[in-house]
């Protein structure tokens, strides 16, 4: 048997943290294949991301970690195994077809457990792929009821991770703070540029040379979470609003495809509005 | 003889605006070596910029440009000419060592005129190259007189362009409307991100992944005029504030010296806020 | 009514050929939407690519055309229609995929008739999207029985253009002959580095910094066809050969991509063994 | 007093390495400003860079981690220094220029003890930054005598390290061989493509979209050597071969620029043809 574990470790730093934690380790009899760490100076913080191979008992590792290391140790270890997404989505199909077709070949280190659409445009896409979408129109009702419904459907799927795969509706801190870190998104600029709606209007009314994308965590300010993952592409005059929407998708789901991928192998710490990712 | 100009031309768009321009042109014998031409269909605005070779009259070939383009045709014809420069810095040394290479070795279609310090910290190597330094101090005085002194000095030196290479002093109305289009200066972000002071302070707190520069013409409105090039290169978690700035340096240096040869050129048009480059 | 064509153009170059061809154009009454031309000064050689709008009748056009342009003029006028493709496939599904998406969705200016492949590994994929599957295998007999019968099924579909979308069979010089300059293949390195089979192999084991892809037309000299378009990532030591397979399918299906847009809006001439593409 | 070393070890792989390596550095009170470590698995090589902080006997180190390590274990503990330098160069300025400017004003890690040229063409702009140029000609006499010659001064001279910066000048394998991994070479072209001479003559002629360069340490084949940083930027059809050797001289000195950093910061490894590189 060749198990493998993800130890993911957030602390204080302090002199001699790689030799407790490698030293617990190597007591433990496991193998490390890869190990990252990273400390951030400005705030005295240690981050570490482990990958170990042999029989462990992940209670007890935890346990013996905790000990080496400072009291406001945060210590995960995560056996590898598929996350659970849910994806919501809107009407455009670039980003939810490239999260399908990576789903439908094992590409992706996750099980899709449902697509929910705030329209039905994209479930006979999503059929295709023999995955279950669920529309819930939010319109002719109120945000809230929308909001519950949506939310209470999420969390019966009890699912890992939101993807929002191009969803355009505003999320409500409430819905928000019910997965604190688990809702990535996908938004159609490079932040912290043209924050908020038609970004590529947008850019090209301001004349810039670049468009991008940027994948981050969502929280209650629009647009203004943690970020994962962010492309920029050159565009020169010839492209007008519609040019630049178009040639926008490919870095959307590119950038998406990414940070998706970064997330779903444990490689990303949060820390204040930042985030630390051993990639 | 091989003379070589450039045609400029601006104006509305109508149909037959090309065959009517090099209608004109083939009846004066030029070649075209090379012409590029585009329409701005927001707007409906014609831009063209032909490359020609062959004896030419220019004073005639506007009028007979000018009998067969629309009344608000604005039409260049420059001869293809070293233009005349004047560097404004203030203590950083690498936008500045990287013009003053590039013109030392006849790189550059510009001459440098004389480089204007607030400081005289980069008066040692500006005079390495045998080009004249000229420290006008901006301490213990009022803005408007020490404008008026650079000012003066400018309007002296009656330089093409003035570019401001990390020159750190923003520039008050007058004096911008002075040099309407023809100061050139390089921000170190990808605008409209961080606008203003620190803008590798502010990636660095806001976590952006990619940190970049912009160089702009300089209008009234802080970093809001039109852009001519930008790049990005990707930052991660490592870069604090300090590696920021010197990996930006690598960045800015890059993209002033772009916007600098497509301005020297003459390939670039400003419309509105926006330009349209012909490279 | 509306209507669009492209005006293609390849001749000897000679002093007026701008000024002949768009005076047959403003003569005919149509509007030049977009127009890009190129002489290729070591050659001597003009290339020009015209998109109008206006009712035309191309067979008078083309001999207008004929009439102001050097005797070895090709043109060509060509509504701007959908074209047929038929794509050849073995059991890779990434580039495939991509073009089932985007053909799905109506991004591409073509209709894929049918996929082939040597193996039936994708033809699950393939029917999920509506489309025709063939499968003619190579197994167990000879090459050219296998070719013609591949040959004779394409003759059958008489598509515009062929696609090898990591299609891993070496087609025999009768196979391109019968389609010069209408089979696109994407090769996995950026050329002329690591022709032939396992370029990843190689590039591992020459320590490249940078791996890539290339979308060329198909000639008898393996993967020394005209390029149409190439791009390259970042490849550290962390990545061995599975890992460079893995991010390389991200450029390919990118590069394949790019590539088809070009060719399907008519936007690449070929001469020698190079590409002039007006983007 | 902070002093900072660098700890550098490469040797074959086994369980609890870095739990070893660690605990020796924190028994001898050392803060681990930075650490990192790869497995080649294909090898069962290991390899770790650590940058470490405090009090330290270089000696006694070395032996307390050899005895922590396999048998084949190479350490090596370096203090931060400048290394020494010696540049060769024939006619090109670009890459030349950009160290002159970096070294002028410390931004490598590293001391320029002289310039060697085998014309005198440089020689001018080398003294400008106070920096003797030796000119040792290569014309009218045997490449042994001449290669003696150059050997004779860079053995008093002693470097580090010896760059090649556009020298253009084929050495021979003894010359190689007396400073193994130790002189740096800037190609330009993106290699294995376009070995040897006129890469971008060739570029052009193969029609290729991307030119680019490469560093790498040289060997006894030419061009073969381990890779350091390769980089490319595309290439339309405009640009004729003068076209490619000006854009490309960008990359030129920005790869070799990087690649310097690499090797002056003792994060580069060589292990058979290939660079293992912590940045």
Do not use: W
């Not at 029989?55 to 945060?74: C, I, S």
């Not at 099980?111 to 999503?126: C, F, P, R, S, W």
Request: proline letters at 3%; a negative charge.
């Amino acid at each position: 048997m060749n198990l493998r574990h993800i130890i993911r470790i957030q602390c204080s730093d302090r002199k001699g943290l790689i030799a407790a934690i490698t030293g617990v380790v190597f007591a433990n009899n496991l193998n490390i294949v890869v190990m990252k760490e990273f400390v951030e100076t400005n705030y005295n913080l240690f981050f570490a991301r482990l990958e170990v191979s042999g029989e462990m008992e992940p209670g007890v590792m935890t346990t013996q970690l905790r000990e080496q290391l400072p009291g406001d140790a945060a210590v995960e270890i995560i056996a590898k195994e598929p996350k659970q997404l849910v994806v919501l989505v809107t009407k455009e199909y670039h980003c939810l077809c490239d999260l399908l077709v990576r789903h439908h070949f094992g590409e992706m280190n996750a099980k899709i457990k449902a697509v929910i659409g705030n329209y039905d445009v994209l479930q006979n896409i999503t059929e295709r792929f023999d995955l279950p979408f669920i529309c819930i129109s939010h319109e002719a009702r109120e945000k809230q009821a929308y909001e519950q419904e949506v939310l209470a459907l999420l969390q019966q799927l009890n699912p890992d991770y939101i993807v929002l795969a191009k969803f355009m509706r505003i999320l409500s801190p409430d819905f928000v703070a019910a997965f604190s870190n688990r809702i990535i998104n996908i938004h159609h600029s490079f932040l912290p540029a043209f924050v908020g709606a038609n970004p590529y209007r947008k850019a090209y009314e301001r004349g810039v040379k670049l468009i991008g994308a940027t994948a981050h965590f969502v929280t209650n300010d629009l647009d203004e979470g943690p970020i994962i993952t962010q492309k920029v592409i050159a565009a020169d005059h010839e492209y007008d609003v519609a040019g630049m929407i178009k040639a926008g998708h490919e870095v959307e789901k590119s950038v998406l495809a990414d940070a998706l991928k970064l997330v779903l192998e444990d490689r990303v710490f949060v820390t204040g509005n930042r985030t630390i990712i051993f990639d």
